[in-house]
């Protein structure tokens, strides 16, 4: 009977101790039980090797003891590992362009060669996949052991749907297809749709664009603190001196500056879209949440315009200068300088704008609730 004791003591070991005591006990008897009627059939008492056959039978003790255990038995369990799923492929999609941008970035550039900075980007890529795999299992590890699910699991709206072709769509042999036709994107038998039938197909509901924002977000969190190791983009590497300024030095300022203010906006952002998608999208928490991080935004940009390295390139003090430099942009002459000033220039105002429009429609929703 040694054996079956050390067999119980195998499967105690992995058991609650509240339960351990009437757990082992059960288990001794259904093993008893067994033992006494393979007595009986052979009509002898059972040799070790015999004894150890039928705990075999019973099972391996750790298999047996998670039959008694309660709560998930699975890393992630069958109703969340579509989800798993579908988050892996999304943020390698959104990983795979940072990865390209970073390359294309090095390349043209002139940092390194064309061949080092893609087998570069690839390792990049690759390690960043199993950094993005782990994180996304490890949310799902946490997912599987709540005992109420987000409400976008359960409470899903036929609007969501358009969200998950994204990732029903990277697959090899769906590519290898359209490739062969050529590039061909339309399905087959699809027919081709006018421009408000486009817009209004890929309209998604604030729950799916939630999620679609999360992941978005997380992967850029990960790329932009260094924790997702694809090719990085180096400021002083990509850019030098044009116009007779530094730009790589001033865009490697604005970067050490920039840092903190990006990573802690990445991150409640992602905390944000997260909270957003449990509560269903809620239209006054969404405004809310416009209103703020259009609000950190603009002051960004304002910190861009006023007090950033980049400011005595950009900065203009009047509307007459701002339509000078404009102006002289499109009418350069081979001695002119400034045009990648003006047009980095126009694209923080033109920013701003946009944060501000942002704010003031989000405020319309606010007070609507629509």
Same mark, same amino acid.
């Given at each position: 009977?040694?054996?079956?004791?050390?067999?119980?003591?195998?499967?105690?070991?992995?058991?609650? @101790?509240?339960?351990?005591?009437?757990?082992?006990?059960?288990?001794?008897?259904?093993?008893?039980?067994?033992?006494?009627?393979?007595?009986?059939?052979?009509?002898?008492?059972?040799?070790?090797?015999?004894?150890?056959?039928?705990?075999?039978?019973?099972?391996?003790?750790?298999?047996?003891?998670?039959?008694?255990?309660?709560?998930?038995?699975?890393?992630?369990?069958?109703?969340?590992?579509?989800?798993?799923?579908?988050?892996? @492929?999304?943020?390698?999609?959104?990983?795979?362009?940072?990865?390209?941008?970073?390359?294309?970035?090095?390349?043209?550039?002139?940092?390194?060669?064309?061949?080092?900075?893609?087998?570069?980007? *690839?390792?990049? #890529?690759?390690?960043?996949?199993?950094?993005?795999?782990?994180?996304?299992?490890?949310?799902?590890?946490?997912?599987?052991?709540?005992?109420?699910?987000?409400?976008?699991?359960?409470?899903?709206?036929?609007?969501?749907?358009?969200? *998950?072709?994204?990732?029903?769509?990277?697959?090899?042999?769906?590519?290898?297809?359209?490739?062969?036709?050529?590039?061909?994107?339309?399905?087959?038998?699809?027919?081709?749709?006018?421009?408000?039938?486009?817009? @209004?197909?890929?309209?998604?509901?604030?729950?799916?664009? +939630?999620?679609?924002?999360?992941?978005?977000?997380?992967?850029?969190?990960?790329?932009?603190?260094?924790?997702?190791?694809?090719?990085?983009?180096?400021?002083?590497?990509?850019?030098?001196?044009?116009?007779?300024?530094?730009?790589?030095?001033?865009?490697?300022?604005?970067?050490?500056?920039?840092?903190?203010?990006?990573?802690? *906006?990445?991150?409640?952002?992602?905390?944000?879209?997260?909270?957003?998608?449990?509560?269903?999208?809620?239209?006054?928490?969404?405004?809310?949440?416009?209103?703020?991080?259009?609000? +950190?935004?603009?002051?960004?940009?304002?910190? #861009?315009? *006023?007090?950033?390295?980049?400011?005595?390139?950009?900065?203009?003090?009047?509307?007459?200068?701002?339509?000078?430099?404009?102006?002289?942009?499109?009418?350069?002459?081979?001695?002119?300088?400034?045009?990648?000033?003006?047009?980095?220039?126009?694209?923080?105002?033109?920013?701003?704008?946009?944060?501000?429009?942002?704010?003031?429609?989000?405020?319309?929703?606010?007070?609507?609730?629509?």
């Amino acid at each position: 009977m040694d054996l079956v004791e050390s067999y119980l003591k195998a499967v105690a070991a992995q058991l609650p @101790k509240a339960t351990r005591e009437d757990i082992v006990a059960e288990l001794r008897d259904e093993i008893m039980g067994r033992l006494e009627a393979l007595e009986e059939r052979l009509g002898r008492t059972p040799s070790d090797d015999e004894v150890e056959a039928l705990l075999r039978e019973v099972g391996h003790p750790l298999t047996v003891a998670a039959r008694y255990r309660s709560g998930p038995q699975a890393l992630i369990g069958p109703e969340l590992y579509p989800w798993w799923l579908f988050a892996v @492929k999304t943020a390698l999609l959104v990983m795979a362009c940072v990865t390209l941008i970073g390359l294309a970035a090095r390349v043209l550039g002139g940092d390194v060669y064309a061949g080092q900075a893609i087998g570069q980007a *690839f390792a990049g #890529l690759f390690s960043g996949a199993v950094t993005v795999i782990g994180v996304v299992t490890l949310i799902g590890f946490v997912l599987e052991r709540q005992e109420k699910k987000p409400d976008f699991i359960a409470k899903w709206r036929v609007k969501d749907l358009g969200l *998950f072709e994204l990732g029903g769509d990277i697959d090899a042999e769906t590519w290898g297809q359209r490739l062969a036709r050529g590039g061909a994107t339309l399905r087959e038998g699809a027919a081709a749709k006018s421009g408000p039938e486009v817009r @209004k197909s890929a309209e998604m509901s604030p729950v799916a664009r +939630a999620v679609s924002s999360a992941i978005a977000w997380a992967v850029l969190l990960l790329w932009w603190t260094g924790l997702l190791p694809v090719a990085s983009i180096r400021p002083d590497e990509v850019a030098g001196v044009l116009d007779g300024v530094d730009y790589g030095r001033i865009l490697a300022e604005v970067e050490a500056a920039a840092y903190w203010p990006v990573t802690l *906006f990445a991150a409640t952002k992602v905390v944000f879209d997260l909270m957003r998608a449990a509560a269903g999208g809620d239209v006054r928490l969404t405004a809310l949440g416009d209103i703020g991080f259009g609000a +950190a935004a603009a002051w960004g940009l304002l910190w #861009l315009w *006023f007090w950033s390295p980049l400011t005595p390139v950009i900065w203009v003090g009047t509307v007459t200068e701002f339509a000078e430099r404009l102006q002289s942009t499109f009418h350069r002459t081979a001695g002119d300088g400034g045009g990648l000033a003006a047009i980095l220039m126009l694209i923080v105002v033109w920013a701003f704008l946009g944060e501000i429009w942002r704010m003031v429609r989000a405020a319309g929703r606010l007070v609507a609730g629509r």
